[in-house]
């Protein structure tokens, strides 16, 4: 049974790669993440609360928390 402790992974997105330096350097992993939980919250119920955590796998990054600031910037 599902209960509020219950971790639940309701959809997967990634960001596109590319070589460092290159096509989105001009981009913060903050931004790119954005746009990827935008879409996310695009297309889930509107029904469904706000989520209590949000947790981001990252092989690279500026430190920080950028999947806080990403959240909070795409809406929730």
């Known amino acids: ?30 931004d790119l993440l954005t746009c990827v939980l935008s879409d996310l919250r695009s297309v889930l119920p509107t029904s469904l609360p706000t989520p209590e955590d949000v947790i981001i796998g990252m092989a690279r990054g500026p430190g920080g928390n950028p999947a806080r600031v990403a959240t909070l910037a795409a809406g929730w």
């Not at 509020?4 to 903050?30: D, E, N």
């Open 1 to 30: 049974m599902i209960d509020s402790r219950t971790p639940v992974i309701i959809m997967a997105r990634r960001t596109p790669i590319t070589t460092s330096g290159r096509g989105l350097a001009s981009f913060t992993a903050t």
